[in-house]
């Protein structure tokens, strides 16, 4: 990942969750990452829109992976002894499906899968329960992989197409703004003085701050954030999802790989180049 877990850590100084005080706080916040898992699932429509046959296998073991993280989490509510409640507002939001490849990969996977990493990983520090943590463990190491795909493909889109730069940043900013605002609704109603939960506002400050250092090494974002003028920050937020609503509408419907996986380059892979292609057979 171009952001290593080193980095993505955020240290709780000790600070942990008690299941028997804290049960109705953690109902909450593992029905927003159930939710997270069952949108998550639905990476498999991004199939439509893969390029190639590697990205496309990648996202079928993707959508099994999530699945599983689904269960794991309910397992997780198993463990608590309550059920799930539905998602804020905010976190549908967050979760909507992107139709368009490089804003799947990179606002989808890359940034947003970028930031459950994070929270994910503290919420690993958060327990002394054994087995939540390893639940925990279990579902953040595989989110690795989904992140550091995310990566790759929007590096190798913007070597194509530089030009889509603006609006994924500006794509990106509405998420992080969307999560100030989830962060905002958190502290309203958490118990004060609360060991995790009172450290939520510098949490969430480390969040922004580990996803700046994504934009900036993912090359979309040239400067720090606070560099950023509140007219060019407005500017771009409004240029993300107008370019994402218009090249929506142009967007083909039809899947991409039956029309060129005779041009897959898993076939040359897998053939070696310059293997002849013979005619058609006599009739
Ligand atoms: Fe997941
Ligand atoms: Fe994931």
């Not at 269960?71 to 909507?96: C, D, K, Y």
Request: overall charge positive.
């Amino acid at each position: 990942m171009l952001v290593s877990r080193e980095e993505l850590r955020f240290d709780l100084g000790g600070a942990r969750f008690d299941l028997e005080r804290d049960r109705s706080l953690l109902t909450w916040i593992f029905s927003q990452s159930l939710f997270g898992e069952a949108t998550g699932c639905y990476c498999g429509a991004a199939l439509y829109t893969a390029p190639d046959i590697e990205s496309a296998t990648f996202l079928s073991r993707q959508a099994l992976e999530e699945f599983a993280h689904f269960h794991n989490f309910l397992r997780i509510f198993r463990i608590l002894g309550t059920r799930p409640r539905p998602p804020h507002p905010v976190m549908r939001f967050l979760t909507t499906h992107e139709k368009l490849w490089d804003h799947h990969v990179c606002l989808e996977m890359a940034v947003g899968e970028g930031l459950v990493l994070i929270a994910f990983d503290m919420l690993i520090e958060a327990f002394d329960d054994p087995d939540i943590k390893a639940i925990l463990q279990a579902i953040a190491d595989q989110e690795c992989g989904h992140v550091r795909f995310g990566e790759q493909q929007t590096l190798k889109l913007l070597r194509e197409r530089p030009r889509l730069r603006r609006q994924l940043l500006g794509r990106a900013l509405i998420s992080l703004a969307a999560m100030r605002l989830l962060g905002r609704h958190v502290q309203r109603w958490t118990p004060p003085g609360h060991p995790v939960m009172s450290r939520a506002p510098e949490f969430l400050e480390h969040a922004v701050r580990v996803t700046e250092m994504r934009l900036r090494r993912l090359g979309l974002l040239d400067r720090p954030l606070s560099e950023l003028g509140r007219l060019e920050r407005a500017g771009l937020m409004a240029l993300g999802p107008a370019a994402a609503f218009f090249r929506g509408l142009v967007t083909s419907r039809k899947p991409r790989i039956p029309r060129n996986y005779l041009q897959d380059p898993v076939i040359d892979r897998v053939l070696g180049a310059g293997r002849p292609t013979p005619g058609e057979p006599p009739a």
